[in-house]
């Protein structure tokens, strides 16, 4: 069941100090920090006018978001209103919200005036001052609220820890004397866990616990006791109880302890029931005299007896007798106080004007006769002969669930589908069914049309076989070839694939598959070709595992002064992946290289030199930006006893 409000999430209410803390630090963060009196001056009033508006907005902000969670009073259930007026008190209550909606608007005003008055600062210092002016005269309206901000925390604890009660719902209100058992019903038709003890006023405020009754959710409210004296000497425990009574639309139950162990008398009980009854007007009520495992009705003197059913039937009121110690009656006590609720509801439901209007719309249908026959009901032979016997006497069908249980239950019980069959002689129903009878298969005989089907799946069969050879025959043919010419168009293929490899890899950047230098290995030693760069791949190969491999720098002066233009795999991870790359290792005119020994070194060096340069994340020689790792306005201003700083 859900509440119709959720007190739960309302936020939080900061102090006047760390209000002010708040606000000013997120202007802080939130805006810029640094100007200069160099700036124009529309730069200037620009800087400190959007210091004014955004702590203006903050502030604003933040009291209309307190103002908006708390509810009002006028617009909630008069239920919660009289209750928040009881713990509460109506008047403080709305003048705290009073004096923030009022600091609102004060701060409102000061930051439309002060917005207008550094549009004609004529300096930075002028406008700085006006901006410290703003700031100051904010903060010390917001100092203002320290009583009604920390008034209003106190109110959000408490209501936060209120019940939720739904007004509307279907409720059993417990009410009485303290220590009469009923804290003790509550925890035996709820699973609500309410303190019981023996002594008075235990539960001191609203409990509410939950209970199901005709697949439908019952809320049951727990009450703090009521004394018997004027509503002027009741303290805020029992007022809470004389709230629920007055505006929740509830089964009233009323306990009595008739024992006397609750400490009070069987007259001061009467005179206690006797003095709310106006709160019980238009509300069913159940008197409950509990303890009757102490003390019952007919225990009492008759004058006590005579007195407490006169009030009974005054209030028009049901009574029962339990004991929760012993559950003797709490089971029928909760039935006949939601029958009587439920009751009660459908009287009020068929008096208001909305049932008159749903009824109004609603027509009944009566069948009209169609003749002046008079057509009496037929009852059977065998269903009034059944009726003649006695019920012992009557033969109960025994049916396939009863056969199941004598058979070993669900799990075991095999149902016996056969015992429906229609054969001519029902003897047959358990034969078993033989495969072959009279030298016939059994199974040929099942479907009388099975001859004809055999002959239609042979002529199916048969015209696919003639769709195959209709489709062969439409292939185009093709001659075949003696094995020479076959040997000669796969050297043709084969010359083919190895040109386009080649062709591919022309650019010594590269690299060769093994697959692929295998495969030319292959047609050169059937063809007897030869590949430049298959030798030399094989000699390196070979040489890096006889001796040790020469630096790239020699390769690449080795290669230069060959004039190869063959490109080994260390030669290619220095001078890159294209031939462009290696051109650039020859010395070119205009350079300042005297030979490709000098260049090496010089592009060696430069990429040593870079390495702390790119660590850094910078972008040349030419960058020269230094990262402001402590920023001016965080650091400037002098140091309090406090360890902060004095900031602008």
């Known amino acids: ?47 400190y006018m959007r210091k004014v508006k955004f702590t203006q907005k903050s502030i604003n902000e933040k009291l209309s978001h307190i103002l908006q969670d708390f509810p009002r009073m006028d617009d909630i259930h008069p239920f919660y209103g009289d209750l928040m007026h009881v713990l509460y008190d109506r008047d ?33 210092y002028r406008c700085k001052q006006l901006k410290r002016a703003a700031l100051g005269r904010m903060a010390t309206a917001c100092k203002k609220l320290g009583s009604a901000l920390t008034y209003l925390e106190k109110v959000r604890q408490h209501m936060s820890r209120l019940p939720s009660i739904d007004p509307n719902a279907k409720t059993l209100l417990v009410t009485g004397f303290p220590n009469v058992g009923k804290s003790s019903f509550m925890n035996k038709v709820t699973r609500a866990d309410v303190e019981v003890q023996p002594y008075a006023f235990t539960t001191k405020s609203l409990f509410v616990g939950h209970t199901d009754y005709k697949y439908s959710s019952w809320q049951v409210i727990d009450t703090p006791g009521i004394l018997d004296h004027s509503l002027e000497e009741r303290n805020v425990i029992e007022m809470q109880a004389i709230t629920a009574l007055a505006h929740l639309r509830a089964c009233i139950l009323f306990f009595m302890d008739l ?40 225990d009492i003197s008759p004058e006590e007896h005579t ?30 106080a939601c029958e009587a609720l439920l009751a009660h509801r459908a009287e009020q439901k068929e008096g208001s004007g909305r049932f008159q209007a749903i009824q109004n719309r609603l027509y009944c249908a009566v069948p009209v006769a169609r003749d002046g026959i008079q057509r009496d009901s037929f009852v059977p032979d065998s269903v009034l002969e059944e009726r003649g016997t006695e019920p012992a006497a009557r033969k109960r069908r025994k049916t396939e669930r009863d056969m199941e249980w004598e058979n070993g239950g669900p ?50 069969e048969e015209n696919r076989l003639q769709l195959q050879e209709v489709e062969a025959s439409r292939k185009p043919a093709y001659a075949e070839l003696d094995p020479s010419t076959v040997e000669a168009v796969q050297f043709i293929k084969d010359k083919v694939r190895v040109l386009k490899m080649e062709r591919a890899m022309k650019n010594p950047a590269i690299r060769r598959t093994r697959q692929q230098s295998d495969a030319i290995e292959r047609f050169n030693s059937r063809t007897g070709s030869s590949d430049g760069r298959g030798d030399s791949l094989t000699e390196e190969r070979s040489s890096r595992k006889r001796q040790r491999s020469t630096s790239a720098a020699q390769e690449s002066l080795q290669r ?3 004039g190869s233009s ?24 205009g350079e300042g290289y005297k030979d490709v020994n000098q260049k090496l ?48």
């Open 307 to 336: 007195a407490i059913m006169s009030a009974v039937e005054e209030a028009e009121a049901k009574w029962i007798t339990t004991s929760t110690l012993t559950d003797i009656g709490v089971g029928d006590l909760k039935s006949l």
């Open 601 to 648: 070194r010089a592009v060696k060096l430069s990429k040593i030199k870079s390495r702390s340069r790119n660590r850094v994340g910078k972008q040349g020689e030419g960058d020269r930006v230094v990262n402001n790792l402590r920023p001016k306005h965080l650091f400037t201003g002098k140091v309090k006893s406090n360890g902060k700083r004095d900031r602008r």
């Open 411 to 460: 799990g075991r019980y095999q149902p016996n589908t056969r015992k429906t069959w229609d054969l001519e002689n029902p003897e047959w129903v358990d034969d078993i069914m033989p495969d072959i009878m009279d030298g016939h298969n059994v199974y040929d005989f099942v479907d009388p049309e099975i001859h004809q089907r055999l002959v239609e799946l042979e002529d199916e």
């Open 259 to 298: 024992s006397g162990q609750c400490g009070y008398s069987i007259a001061q009980q009467l005179s206690l029931f006797k003095s709310i009854r106006p709160l019980f007007t238009g509300k069913p009520i159940v008197v409950v005299f509990n303890k009757c495992d102490v003390c019952t009705l007919d």
């Open 566 to 589: 063959v490109s080994t795999k260390s030669t290619r991870s220095l001078s890159g992946r294209s031939e462009s790359r290696e051109r650039s290792m020859s010395v070119g005119r």
């Open 1 to 47: 069941m859900t509440s119709l409000y959720n007190f739960k999430t309302i936020t939080v209410v900061p102090p006047s100090k760390d209000f002010i803390d708040i606000v000013l630090s997120k202007t802080q963060r939130k805006t810029p920090t640094v100007v200069h009196k160099g700036y124009h001056i529309s730069r200037i009033r620009q800087f």
């Open 560 to 562: 230069d002064r060959s």
């Open 92 to 124: 403080h209550y709305k003048v705290a919200l009073g004096q923030v909606g009022a600091v609102r608007h004060m701060v409102d005003n000061i930051g439309r005036d002060y917005v207008r008055l550094l549009k004609y600062g004529d300096s930075l």
